[in-house]
């Protein structure tokens, strides 16, 4: 597997990946290790992802939010998260509809970090986004702050609507993980 492959040679490609398949499901099945060898370069993921999510398209989207995961953590900046970066393709990310961009968002302003002072309202405008976007922890989180009047006016009547939707969204996620079945 060792060496350039040129993408743009249709036969170079095909041999190539026939090489990868013989070689990962030996490494799978044989030797018994999932990993198929493969050893992880996060700054080499999370410089594809950066020119994916700035080209943008379609598929950006998942790459921004991806940005910020590898940045929000640290582990391609020696283990030195950075929040600003984090919080900017999040946003990138939220800004197309990506639930748990919007969610991480709402944590990041829910607990501030260096460079991202707390705001509350943010964090409520994001948990809502995400909320509206399906994601149950999001809906949880807005429930609690209004409900306890975290920063943000206390209402009874949102919160409550809130908890409900996320149990909703709980009940429609535990359906739809026991109607999946293996090989189909």
């Not at 999370?46 to 940005?67: P, Q, T, W």
């Not at 002072?117 to 922890?137: F, I, R, T, V």
């Amino acid at each position: 597997m060792a060496g350039l492959v040129n993408f743009e040679d249709e036969e170079e490609v095909r041999g190539y990946l026939e090489n990868l398949h013989v070689e990962y499901s030996y490494q799978c099945y044989r030797e018994r290790d999932p990993d198929g060898g493969l050893t992880p370069d996060l700054k080499a993921a999370y410089n594809s992802f950066l020119k994916s999510c700035e080209k943008g398209g379609k598929r950006s989207i998942n790459a921004c939010h991806n940005v910020g995961l590898l940045a929000h953590d640290g582990r391609v900046n020696d283990d030195k998260p950075d929040p600003v970066v984090a919080r900017d393709y999040y946003t990138k990310a939220c800004d197309g509809n990506f639930a748990p961009s919007c969610f991480n968002l709402s944590v990041i302003y829910l607990q501030g970090a260096p460079g991202v002072p707390k705001d509350m309202n943010l964090a409520l405008q994001y948990s809502l986004k995400a909320c509206e976007l399906g994601h149950m922890w999001a809906c949880a989180n807005a429930s609690r702050m209004y409900k306890i009047g975290d920063g943000i006016e206390k209402n009874d009547t949102k919160a409550e609507a809130l908890k409900n939707r996320a149990k909703q969204l709980h009940k429609e996620q535990k359906e739809a993980s026991s109607s999946l079945t293996f090989g189909e």
